[in-house]
């Protein structure tokens, strides 16, 4: 990352690093040592990719603050991840450990939310039609297949509305109550989430109602536990039971959601 | 075709203007007249004054892009947005005979088709440079994919027996800002590849896919649709794989090629469940 501090003009402060993070603490919390500063800030706020820790006087930094929200090179940085580390943390998810958040904690990426809810919002299209058609096939064997398209756009509202607009919301709430969280961490955490729900799909094709509503319970519970647990080790507390109760539920109805819409 | 770095530059401009008057008071297929000037493009000749109008936009380009390397790339840059007008804003603008301006619709749409023709050939079927990603689509154009992806969505809407207008909507929406997300998704995974030749080349890659639809809609049997429309999504997929792995670090591979699959994939169980 040595380009960081050759390209920027303020790299005469390298020097004089206590001075610049007390200049800087307005601007990025860069108080984290495990953590890159520029990943607290989303949208990100540099032009360009900047090495961590890195000062930047703080007129470069108004002056380019709203740059870099429009350069790809500055979102680069979320996007940090190898196959390898993708997998691994995909399998963690599954999983209902506590160290999913100590994971991501150095270098969160949105690559996994992203394709993970687009995944999700396919499979709930393609799958809630294959679905509803078996059903209504056992129950009356007369149905010809139709292929509703209105599901692709229900599924893709859903999904991402829900991994966008609930950590958030959940950003604001703990901000207000005191937590400095990253908003780039808990998009992380809510997308790998939802990567449970993606064999569930597979299984919620069976037309077998009682089985149908066996899985999504375990499933939603299994997801809410992930939410909660990550949650409490985002926080490091557990003053806020009501936030992480109100997380608990929200994952469950996103789950009841998707079983009472798609697979009806 | 000729280039005017090799040429000197013509200082005067009455050279142009009378070039202007002929072109204006002479017949539209008269451009046989114009050979007996001096070869030298004498759209080259003006670096100082952009002022002669009537002559055709992408005067403007030449000027500026002297390095002759880039050639072929820059023309095919200014050309590919401009989808409103297909008279006079060709590819072969640089250094060409003042004919691109007259020439028959016609000749612009043969070679704009001929173009399609030579970029499906290098993407979608073997070939010997398939293996070279730079080399595959350098002459990249947003036609063929335009032509494709319009074509899917108006096979699917005709298969369709309801909600035509929205499964249209819903194939176009998805293809078009697919192919922009895939190659963002590349960008900011670190990959090298550059814009516009990636949204062209994974334009290009629908081929089979629409082909597969095609048949999908003259042909009524579940089985068969299957079946076509795997060999067709192989295909596709095969297409689109050199040039998406070599554009990444190659332990991001997966990463880049997975969201191109998911894309395809999805196109193409929507073009089997489409009744």
Known sequence: ?264 | MSHGDTIPLHPSSQSDIDEIENLINADVHSATVLPARPPSPPRVSIPISHSPSPLPPYQKVTPSASPPPVVPAVPAAAAAPAGSSRIGISSDAFGSSPDTLTEPVWDTVKRDLARIVSNLKLVVFPNPYREDPGRALRDWDLWGPFFFIVFLGLTLSWSASAKKSEVFAVAFAILAAGAIILTLNVLLLGGHIIFFQSLSLLGYCLFPLAIGALICMLEGNVIIKIVVVSVTLAWSCWAAYPFMSAAVNPRRKALALYPVFLMYISVAFFIIAID
């Not at chain 1, 002056?63 to 995909?90: A, H, K, L, M, P």
């Open chain 1, 1 to 264: 990352m040595e380009e960081g501090y050759t390209s920027l003009p303020a790299s005469h402060l390298l020097g004089s690093v206590p001075a610049v993070i007390a200049e800087d603490k307005t601007t990025s919390v860069a108080s984290e040592a495990a953590s890159s500063a520029n990943l607290h800030l989303f949208p990100p706020s540099n032009g360009g990719y900047r090495a961590p820790g890195t000062p930047s006087g703080a007129d470069e930094q108004t002056t380019s603050s709203w740059q870099g929200v429009f350069s790809i090179s500055s979102y680069s940085s979320y996007f940090n991840v190898d196959t390898d580390v993708v997998v691994e943390r995909i399998i963690s998810s599954v999983y209902p450990m506590n160290d999913f958040y100590r994971k991501i904690d150095g270098n969160p990426d949105l690559y996994g939310p992203i394709w993970i809810s687009a995944t999700l919002m396919f499979m709930l299209a393609a799958l809630g039609n294959v679905g509803t058609y078996v059903m209504e096939k056992r129950n009356d064997s007369s149905t010809t297949w139709t292929f509703d398209v209105n599901y692709v756009e229900w599924s893709a509202c859903a999904i991402f509305g829900y991994v966008l607009a609930v950590p958030a919301a959940f950003y604001f709430l703990l901000q207000y109550f005191g937590f400095r969280t990253s908003l780039v961490r808990l998009w992380c955490m809510w997308g790998y989430s939802l990567f449970i729900f993606m064999p569930i799909c597979m299984l919620l094709v069976v037309p077998v109602e009682l089985f149908r509503w066996i899985i999504i319970i375990l499933a939603g519970t299994a997801s809410s536990w992930f939410i909660a647990m990550n949650l409490k080790a985002c926080t490091q507390s557990s003053d806020l039971m009501i936030l992480i109760v109100g997380a608990m539920v929200l994952q469950f109805a996103l789950a009841l959601f998707i079983k009472m819409f798609f697979f009806p």
